[in-house]
């Protein structure tokens, strides 16, 4: 019986007590463990935290600002670099005009030389083509004459009229203006 009376109690105080935490007789207790559980958080976090996030963040701070130093020098070499691209790119455009215009001017003076020997070529072969044309315009001439002397002859025979043949020759060369 005796559990049973126990139980009975604790019951009846269960009923009566109010929450533990809440219990005026535990504040001093409470109130000790609350100064000491935060003072001794207080210096961890002064001591040994805190330092090593300012130390973290200062270290950061300062890779970051190297960092952006480093950049910026990269940057500027990268222009010096682009600049040296530029005047190397410009000295082989000259370069390359250059040759241009001297391979241009080879060429020029090997047409000019090929053009001079071809024209010497067909001078020559026109002069020796004129020659030829003089020769067989004599000789058609002389050919035109006796056919032309022969023909009057002919003609002058038909009507009954007799010519001698100097005079025939002599009228041909005046009508064909060399006489």
Same mark, same amino acid.
């Given at each position: 019986?005796?559990?049973?009376?126990?139980?009975?109690?604790?019951? *009846?105080d269960a009923e009566t007590a109010a929450f533990p935490p809440f219990d005026p007789w535990h504040f001093p207790s409470q109130i =000790?463990?609350?100064?000491?559980? =935060?003072?001794?958080?207080?210096?961890?976090?002064?001591?040994?935290?805190?330092?090593?996030?300012?130390?973290?963040? $200062?270290?950061? #701070?300062?890779?970051? /600002?190297?960092?952006?130093?480093?950049?910026?020098?990269?940057?500027?070499?990268?222009?010096? /670099?682009?600049k040296a691209v530029d005047v190397s790119i410009a000295k082989a455009h000259a370069k390359a005009r250059e040759t241009a215009d !001297?391979? *241009?001017?080879?060429?020029?003076?090997?047409?000019?030389?090929?053009?001079?020997?071809?024209?010497? $070529?067909?001078? !020559?072969?026109?002069?020796?083509? #004129?020659?030829?044309?003089? #020769?067989?315009?004599?000789?058609?001439?002389?050919?035109?004459?006796?056919?032309?002397?022969?023909?009057?002859?002919?003609?002058?025979?038909? =009507?009954?009229?007799? /010519?001698? !043949?100097?005079?025939?020759?002599?009228?041909? !060369?005046?009508?064909?203006?060399?006489?």
């Amino acid at each position: 019986m005796y559990p049973i009376l126990i139980a009975a109690d604790a019951a *009846k105080d269960a009923e009566t007590a109010a929450f533990p935490p809440f219990d005026p007789w535990h504040f001093p207790s409470q109130i =000790f463990w609350l100064v000491v559980l =935060f003072g001794t958080l207080y210096i961890v976090l002064s001591r040994i935290i805190l330092p090593r996030i300012g130390n973290t963040l $200062e270290r950061r #701070e300062s890779t970051i /600002a190297s960092d952006l130093d480093e950049a910026a020098r990269l940057n500027d070499d990268a222009i010096d /670099a682009q600049k040296a691209v530029d005047v190397s790119i410009a000295k082989a455009h000259a370069k390359a005009r250059e040759t241009a215009d !001297k391979a *241009k001017a080879k060429i020029d003076k090997e047409i000019a030389s090929e053009t001079a020997k071809v024209d010497a $070529e067909v001078d !020559k072969k026109l002069s020796e083509s #004129e020659a030829r044309n003089a #020769e067989l315009r004599t000789e058609a001439m002389k050919s035109v004459e006796s056919i032309a002397g022969e023909a009057a002859e002919s003609v002058l025979g038909k =009507f009954g009229s007799k /010519a001698g !043949k100097s005079d025939v020759t002599a009228a041909v !060369k005046s009508a064909l203006g060399e006489g």
